[in-house]
């Protein structure tokens, strides 16, 4: 029939010779185990939308185990085997990799739990899977390589730029898959379709959504923000409503637009000078705004944010305007230390939501001398006895004003400087002692 048209000259067209060759192995090793073999999913429709992808996953009609582990020795690759999930990964020699399931039907015990498993065939396995463009194979045994196996009009949603699900109870098998809808949508330029539509908005009025775990869903947001419109995709999440099942005190208003496109703006500079910033901690910065303690600790425990996150957040929140006005009318280095010291990477990323670009600069220079100041010749030790001083809170306050002073100035002689700040802090030490001598 039409829909199972040969697609090999695309395949030879369009991948590279040694996916190709590869993926002619695997057909062949299919044949010799006597199992039927496809490649599915995401390469599928992105080679018919002729867009690389190299993440090739593979459906075996039999034990996908075995036929991994016969793979695997064959091509001299190592084998991880999810036992339990009737999966294994094939590891090669150079990193490539490549993920083979066993052809099967989940279902599920409880909305959003983790799927049972049964070996079944193909169609059955392509039913199960979230929209029609990704529920195409291609088989790849010898005397059927390259058939196109599409049952469910796949190819015309694919053409027509059609998001849809394959069953009605799709999304609450998976409710994550609303999300993930939102996500093919804005990265193809695509459409979600009416029905599909229809009883998305649905299940989100029954709460689906609140009854997935939220690393799940967290997950799911991380893939949006690796996208290459994130703002994109927040602001359709935002107008379907999936937002609010997501943070259900946040309210999309053009201003919190405005902030999160700031953020993104600001988001690399930040990414240069700090390893391992989160983008979904970035965006929590504005989205979790102004919550109350009893909801931010909900979210603590739904998403994971760490105790130091969430409390630095909410310390902070009300300085942003002051901080804004600060940053804007170039307030000293040594002016904005005394305000939030030396800060950390999410705060900074959450004043940016508030800056224009080029008070976003000022602020990254104030990020560069935070990071580049050091006191290199005045410790406490030093102070303590250049001015024969015991420890105590006032050893560090001459530290942070002398370092605040070199936020300024980075060429200043520190042990000159600190002569003054000493000077000065003992007077008003002493001063503060006679007027306390002279009260009592
Ligand atoms: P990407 O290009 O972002 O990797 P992908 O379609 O390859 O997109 P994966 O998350 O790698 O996405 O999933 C691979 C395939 O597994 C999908 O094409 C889809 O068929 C199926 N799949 C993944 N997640 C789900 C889900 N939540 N529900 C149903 N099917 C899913």
């Given at each position: ?379 406490g030790k030093?102070v303590i006895e250049r001015f024969s001083l015991k420890s105590g809170p006032v050893i560090n306050e001459i ?23 000493a000077?000065?802090f003992l007077?008003?030490l ?11």
């Amino acid at each position: 029939s039409f829909n199972f048209k040969n697609v090999t000259d695309i395949i030879y067209e369009r991948l590279d010779k040694r996916i190709v060759n590869l993926l002619r192995l695997i057909g062949i090793y299919g044949h010799e185990l006597k199992m039927p073999v496809y490649v599915v999913g995401g390469f599928v429709r992105d080679l018919l939308l002729n867009i690389p992808n190299y993440d090739i996953d593979i459906v075996v009609e039999g034990n996908g185990i075995e036929f991994a582990k016969y793979v695997g020795k064959q091509l001299d690759a190592i084998v991880v085997p999810y036992e339990k999930f009737y999966t294994a990964t094939l590891v090669f020699k150079d990193g490539f990799k490549i993920d083979i399931a066993t052809a099967r039907t989940e279902y599920y015990e409880k909305p959003g739990e983790l799927p049972q498993v049964d070996v079944s065939t193909i169609k059955k396995d392509l039913y199960r899977r979230d929209f029609t463009i990704n529920a195409m194979a291609i088989k790849l045994n010898p005397n059927e390589f390259g058939v196109l196996y599409d049952f469910f009009n796949c190819q015309r949603d694919l053409q027509e730029g059609i998001i849809r699900i394959l069953h009605n109870l799709s999304f609450i098998e998976d409710p994550t898959r609303m999300i993930r809808a939102v996500r093919f949508e804005t990265r193809y330029n695509f459409r979600i379709e009416e029905h599909t539509l229809d009883i998305l908005k649905k299940n989100l009025e029954g709460k689906y959504l609140e009854r997935v775990s939220g690393s799940r869903i967290r997950q799911e947001i991380e893939k949006i923000l690796e996208e290459r419109e994130p703002m994109k995709a927040i602001r359709r999440l935002a107008e379907l409503g999936i937002l609010k099942h997501i943070f259900p005190k946040t309210y999309y208003t053009p201003t919190m637009d405005e902030k999160l496109e700031r953020v993104f703006k600001f988001l690399p500079s930040v990414k240069e000078r700090y390893q391992n910033i989160s983008d979904f901690y970035a965006i929590s910065t504005v989205l979790l705004e102004f919550y109350d303690k009893e909801t931010l600790d909900d979210m603590r425990n739904r998403y994971g944010y760490p105790k130091k996150f969430i409390e630095s957040l909410k310390f902070t929140e009300n300085m942003m305007m002051p901080l804004k006005s600060m940053i804007e009318t170039r307030l000293n280095f040594s002016d904005i230390y005394k305000v939030i010291g030396k800060g950390n990477p999410y705060i900074f990323i959450h004043l940016s939501a508030y800056l224009e670009e080029d008070d976003q600069e000022y602020l990254i220079t104030y990020i560069d001398a935070i990071l580049n100041t050091k006191l290199e010749k005045v410790s406490g030790k030093y102070v303590i006895e250049r001015f024969s001083l015991k420890s105590g809170p006032v050893i560090n306050e001459i530290l942070e004003r002398l370092y605040a002073m070199k936020l300024d100035n980075p060429k200043l002689d520190e042990i000159q400087t600190v002569e003054k700040i000493a000077e000065q802090f003992l007077k008003n030490l002493e001063q503060a002692e006679i007027s306390e001598n002279q009260k009592t």
